[in-house]
């Protein structure tokens, strides 16, 4: 067993840790914050993002990014805004050859970039891959069964890090189509929150069905345009995590979703927790415009979002669109 490294000591990070501890690994879980190491290594737990939950005996917090340096791979788990300066700021203290696994789901809002890019963007040469699919960090952490998908260009690598991480409750697939894999986890958290509201408003059941359906379509479409595989989005990462995040307020999107259904605004639905679909939205929709990719469901959520839609017309624009043929 090696040494994993882990940026970002979120809800998502701390569980990560664990499950790598679990799994025999020393973990060096970074965070920003030298009051937030201190803390978790006194206190051995993440008492505002994953209450409850002891931190393994093998993970050491530090606040000093030079403590990945000799580690297997690392895993990047802070929000999907901070993935350049994140990479950027690992880039000066890790070998080229380490791996940088992102785990965050998003688009770059400035540029439109898919995370894998902007990755590649600022560390060329360095491998990257990502991990993504349906699994709540309370729910890994407290070692219920889940199962996700790492992607990586480099077939060997893509199996060494999803056997490195895989443990008894924690499954991680592999595959090599990076675009596909992060594409649905971008894309999902936008839909989630159209579903989110659809249960706010109280549309019902059906309708919910019929958007994640639809959503589905849409994200299949994207999906295709931009390279990923079909096969990749019917799988963990793309209908998997869609179907999780559009079922339960667990979701962050979703509950944020179902908050402005009910009539909140997009800062009181947020309550300040980290919901990367209001961040993504806008980037995603840009994105399969420059493409000619239909997403009426994402536009109706951008519509929204950027108050120039409310949560009734864009219902009534979905179902008044022309009828057409289902594909
Ligand atoms: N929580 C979950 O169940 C899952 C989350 N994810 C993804 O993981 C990513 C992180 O999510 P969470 O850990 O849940 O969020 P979180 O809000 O629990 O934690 C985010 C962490 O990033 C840190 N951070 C924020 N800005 C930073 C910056 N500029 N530089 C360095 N650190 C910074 C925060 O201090 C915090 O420790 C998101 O993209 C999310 O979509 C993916 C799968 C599951
Ligand atoms: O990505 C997730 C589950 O797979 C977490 O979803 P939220 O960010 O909506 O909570």
């Not at 993970?59 to 690392?74: E, G, K, M, Y």
């Not at 999803?162 to 409750?169: I, K, Y």
Request: net charge negative.
């Amino acid at each position: 067993m090696g040494t994993i490294g882990i940026a970002g000591a979120g809800a998502w990070g701390t569980a990560l840790a664990n499950v790598a501890g679990l799994g025999g690994h020393d973990v060096i879980l970074w965070t920003r914050s030298p009051e937030q190491a201190k803390t978790l290594a006194a206190t051995r737990i993440n008492e505002r993002l994953l209450p409850g939950i002891l931190l393994h005996d093998r993970i050491r917090p530090t606040s000093d990014l030079h403590d990945l340096v000799a580690t297997d791979f690392v895993l990047l788990v802070t929000p999907a805004q901070t993935t350049r300066e994140m990479t950027a700021a690992l880039a000066t203290v890790l070998p080229r050859e380490t791996a940088l696994v992102l785990c965050a789901k998003g688009i770059e809002r400035e540029t439109g970039m898919l995370l894998t890019d902007v990755a590649e963007d600022v560390r060329p040469g360095s491998p990257v891959a990502a991990l993504s699919g349906p699994s709540f960090a309370d729910d890994v952490a407290r070692g219920l069964p889940t199962a996700v998908t790492l992607a990586c260009r480099n077939p060997a690598l893509a199996e060494d890090i999803a056997t490195a991480l895989s443990g008894p409750t924690f499954r991680v697939y592999h595959r090599t189509d990076l675009r596909g894999v992060e594409i649905g986890g971008a894309a999902k958290n936008v839909l989630a929150i159209a579903c989110g509201a659809v249960a706010g408003r109280g549309l019902g059941e059906s309708a919910k069905a019929a958007l994640i359906a639809r959503g589905f379509a849409e994200l299949l479409r994207f999906a295709r345009a931009y390279g990923g595989e079909a096969e990749t989005l019917m799988g963990l990462s793309g209908l998997g995590d869609l179907v999780l995040t559009c079922s339960t307020a667990q979701s962050r999107n979703f509950a944020f979703g179902q908050r402005l259904g009910e009539g909140l605004s997009p800062e009181e639905a947020a309550g300040g927790k980290l919901v990367e679909g209001a961040t993504t939205a806008r980037a995603l929709v840009a994105l399969a415009r420059a493409r000619g990719v239909d997403m009426p469901i994402a536009e109706a959520v951008e519509r929204v979002l950027s108050g120039t839609s409310t949560i009734d017309q864009a219902v009534d624009a979905l179902m008044n669109r022309p009828i057409k043929s289902e594909h």
